[in-house]
């Protein structure tokens, strides 16, 4: 296969302390649905067709354990692992059937910051996908930590096929489907989680599903904003565990004529993350979750 290239985020999986407590805040507090339950591993799904979007494990160091993404076909998935085999890529798994729920095909690799990806294709879709006004409907994106935020990006352009939509002097935004990005890579001192994205419909669904949050007992750690690279309206939290999660629409649609912006170009039409002005900066908890140091916020929640 000439060049191929992965075509979506599928879902995100966590390590986290306590995943019974975990798994009931993504249930009743953040909108999604339980889809499967095997040895301890909690699946759950948007309302949109993927089978699921976040995947929790109990135990190890809190954060991302692995990023799962999509490819169209088996031929797409062995030409990818074909690929990063042959830049040196670490093969954690070769090409296989899976045997997790929503089966499908694929393999595991690490990155060069040494976190753990997967491709896959032909996993289940559910067949009543829909849109509902306070629940997410897809995984938007994931931010990323990194020292080496520029050779990330280039990385993932030359190895798995994303588009560079946007850099910033903070991050750099790629994209591998019309989304505005998919990955951002943010400049940090070294690896971690900086924040997961979650889509809701529309800006009103925003506000609903932040108000559920507030009812919960969840205090907004940034937000109400509209952002700049990628135009999307955005608030964030701080989930059990101190990992910041986030509400976010309108995420703006691209195609290959769109330019990539620099720095210097948005400094010049942006004064900052939030382009309306609105949103007070980010919360020092928030400030530092991001920064890949979990601070959870001791909310007991019904």
């Known amino acids: 296969m000439a060049d191929p290239h992965v075509t979506g985020l599928r879902s995100i999986e966590y390590n986290v302390p306590d995943v019974a407590t975990t798994a009931r805040f993504y249930e009743i507090c953040w909108g999604l649905a339980p889809v499967a339950e095997e040895n301890g591993i909690h699946y759950f799904r948007a309302t949109g067709a993927e089978h699921h979007i976040v995947v929790l494990h109990e135990g190890g160091d809190t954060g991302v354990r692995t990023v799962n993404f999509a490819a169209p076909d088996k031929a797409t998935v062995d030409g990818l692992h074909d690929k990063l085999a042959g ?43 829909t849109m509902e006004k306070d629940r997410p409907f897809k995984l938007s994106h994931v931010v990323l930590n990194s020292d080496k935020a520029q050779q990330q990006t280039e990385y993932y352009r030359d190895a798995l096929g994303f588009k560079i939509s946007d850099c910033t002097a903070r991050m750099n ?13 943010a400049h940090a001192n070294g690896p971690s989680l900086n924040h997961t994205a979650f889509e809701v419909p529309s800006h009103d669904a925003l506000m609903w599903s932040a108000g559920r949050m507030r009812q919960k007992g969840f205090d907004v750690g940034w937000g109400v904003g509209r952002h700049g690279p990628g135009n999307n309206v955005f608030t964030y939290f701080l989930e059990p565990n101190g990992l910041v999660v986030e509400y ?10 769109y330019k990539t912006g620099m720095p210097e170009d948005w400094e010049k039409r942006v004064g900052g993350p939030d382009r309306w002005g609105f949103a007070d900066p980010p919360s020092p908890l928030m400030r530092q979750a991001m920064g890949g140091t979990p601070q959870p916020p001791g909310v007991i929640f019904e």
């Not at 045997?99 to 879709?125: H, R």
């Open 87 to 129: 830049l040196g890529a670490p093969i954690a798994s070769a090409p296989a059937a899976l045997s997790t729920p929503g089966g499908g095909y694929g393999f595991s690799f690490d990155d060069p910051d040494g976190l753990s990806y997967a491709i896959s294709a032909d996993v289940d879709q559910h067949a009543d996908a």
């Open 173 to 185: 935004f790629i994209r591998c489907s019309s989304d505005h990005h998919s990955i951002a890579f």
């Open 248 to 257: 976010t629409a309108e995420v703006e649609q691209v195609d290959d004529s």
